[in-house]
């Protein structure tokens, strides 16, 4: 038997997290929540995750910068990271992609399209 895949939801939103882990875990996911940019960070450094979903707008460290340092590391470049944000001008979303993020999806949003776009890129590396 294969090990279920960790996927790391860090947003500071806790509903959306109780929503996240609920879905995630019915399809079998191992899941780590971190609440903030510092603790998404360190829970990395813990064990690296399959996939990142990842909250653009939170406390200590925000998600671009997040992103920005998971890209920087060798370890963690080619990890697939959704951003899940309310953040939907242009500037946002190219500026994401930009930096490497692996999709961007708006809030608010469709769990199951969530679940499926994270599936698919865990299926297909980046």
């Not at 279920?4 to 929503?19: F, H, I, M």
């Not at 995750?49 to 080619?78: I, K, Q, S």
């Not at 939907?88 to 708006?106: C, H, M, P, T």
Request: with cysteine; glycine share 8%; charged share 30%.
């Amino acid at each position: 038997m294969t090990e279920p895949k960790r996927v790391l939801v860090c947003d500071d939103d806790p509903l959306l997290v109780d929503l996240l882990e609920y879905r995630l875990r019915g399809r079998g996911y191992d899941v780590v929540v971190a609440r903030d940019g510092g603790e998404a960070l360190a829970r990395v450094a813990e064990g690296t995750p399959d996939a990142v979903v990842l909250d653009a707008m939170m406390p200590v460290v925000d998600g671009y910068e997040v992103l920005r340092r998971l890209r920087e590391e060798p370890a963690t470049a080619t990890i697939p990271v959704i951003m899940l944000t309310a953040r939907k001008q242009e500037r946002d979303i190219v500026g994401a992609l930009e930096l490497g993020a692996s999709d961007y999806i708006v809030k608010p949003f469709i769990p199951e399209e969530l679940v499926a776009r994270l599936s698919r890129l865990m299926e297909n590396g980046k």
